[in-house]
């Protein structure tokens, strides 16, 4: 992108930003101030990262770290450290859920035992606690391991079961093993088996697509989380794919293919649960990014707060000296004003494709007015539907606005990311 472009492209947003959110609202992460500490709890979820990777991907845009051994006793005594951190502070609040990311987490299985036993005597665990896994690590012990440890739903990031899609990702297994993970995974008697898939590959076609959701959904996946291939500019994706001379599909194919994965969903059964969220029947749903707070534990890792926003430093070695010393690991904090709550609220309910009309006015207050008038405006452009108390968004809504959403999360992801992981202790990054 040039610079000209660059420059219209921070303006169109920052006046999308002011229109919706109002000029009160900072958007400088600065570190915490040191009388900061976060507020008492009665409830909140978890986020633990696990950085660990044996092979990177080179479209991945995750904090991560090559795995070694030799780490995993430093990580889990940091992470232990860190969720008392927590609960020192926020109190003995009820966990409504966790979720286990990464990295993969299937890497350090007895780490992730250690700190969930940790946050259960801490805590007072009451949800689910849902886990990544990748193909190359799910054998018949894993599994009874996640089992054993209370996982009751669980995610396999699948992504292709064509072979030559698998090599041009940069993923270091066959399709054969993601068929076999599959199925330990649904024998296992998980409340939820989520398959990641990628869609808008390059070569890729919609018949490839729907091919890859039957072979997931026949193999036992209850959900089915379809996503494009993201490109974002911190990862090496765009480099990687240039350099093997291939041309990314267009906007016409990616869009094809979103329509494609609809109408198959839901001549399946599958309902649509969010942009790109599928699942059938009465399953939980498995969802790592919709919760209303959350405290992050691992290096990178963000908390949602009643406050704002909290993030890690990205830094290994940093984020583990301070929480084994028993301080604090938060590099940086973007407070938000009472407006901010309110459109934060929205935008993660934009992207379930579903807002509760009965909720709406007391999560934007002042600004619910406002924020009908839009929805009323997605209603006549046919992106949108009134039912049942809720407003939802339809296939062409879900595709369009979140692409929009999309645009505009990799931009702040982007500023963000890139200078926090160039960075272990920024003093200000301006968004
Ligand atoms: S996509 Fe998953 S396995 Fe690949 S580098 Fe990223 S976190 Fe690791």
Redesign the pocket.
Known sequence: MSRLSHSLSDFVLRQIRNHFVGPDQSWVFRPPPSDWSPQPAERTSIYLHVPF?R???PY?P?T?IPFDKSLLEPYTTAAIAEVDWWADRIGPAAITSIYIG???PTLATDSVERVLSRVRQRFRVNGDICIET?PSDVDSETVKRLRAMGVSLVSL?VQSFREEMLTLLGRDYLPIAADRALGLLADAGFLSINADLMFALPGQSSLDVTSDLARAAQLGASQLTTYPLFTFPYSKVGKYLNLKSVRMPDLGTRRAHYRAINEWTAGHNFERVSVWGYKKGTVPRYSSVTRGSYIGIGPGAGSLLADGFVLNTFDFNSWSEQTTGGRTALALRLPFDAKMSGWWWLYWRLYDTRIPLDELDQALAGDAPKARRWLKIFEQAGLAVRRNGFFELTEAGAFWLHLAQNYFALNYVNQLWTQAGLDPWPQAITI
């Open positions: 990777c092979h990177f991907c991945c995750y991560k990464g990295g993969t990748n990031g």
